[in-house]
C-alpha cells in the first residue's frame, strides 16, 4: 500500500497563485502515473492533470495554461503549480498514483482545499 502525504492548498483570491504537493511513501512499480483530481460541491470527483513516470502529461482543458504538473521521480513527488486562479477552481484536490505491475494498484490522498474567492 502506497501513502499519499498531501501539503498546500488553502484560500487565495481570484486571479492568485497556489501550489500543492503529494509525496509518496512508497513505489510498487517503476511504471507509473501520479496526479490531482478535484471536487467541487455537488459535483463529481474529475481530473485536473496527471503525469506519467516517463514525463507525459495530461491536463483537463478548464486549466490548460494556467497550471503546470511535474514530478520529481527520485524524491516521488508531484508538484501542480496553480496560477491566475479562478472560483471555478474552488474544491477539494486529491492526490493519486496509479502503479502498473501486472495489477494496478491505485492510491489516493485525504485531499486538500482549496478556496478561490474575493
Known amino acids: 500500500q502506497v501513502q499519499l502525504v498531501e501539503s498546500g492548498g488553502g484560500s487565495v483570491q481570484p486571479g492568485g497563485s497556489l501550489k500543492l504537493s503529494c509525496a509518496a511513501s512508497a513505489t510498487i512499480s517503476s511504471i507509473n502515473v501520479m496526479g490531482w483530481y478535484r471536487q467541487a460541491p455537488g459535483e463529481q470527483r474529475e481530473l485536473v492533470a496527471d503525469m506519467s513516470s516517463r514525463g507525459s502529461t495530461n491536463y483537463a482543458d478548464s486549466v490548460k495554461g494556467r497550471f503546470t504538473i511535474s514530478r520529481d521521480n527520485a524524491k516521488n513527488t508531484v508538484t501542480l503549480q496553480m496560477n491566475s486562479l479562478k472560483s471555478e477552481d474552488t474544491g477539494v484536490y486529491y492526490c493519486?498514483?496509479?502503479?502498473?505491475?501486472?495489477?494496478?494498484?491505485?492510491?489516493w490522498g485525504q485531499g486538500t482545499q482549496v478556496t478561490v474567492s474575493s
Open positions: 493519486k498514483r496509479t502503479d502498473v505491475s501486472g495489477f494496478l494498484y491505485v492510491s
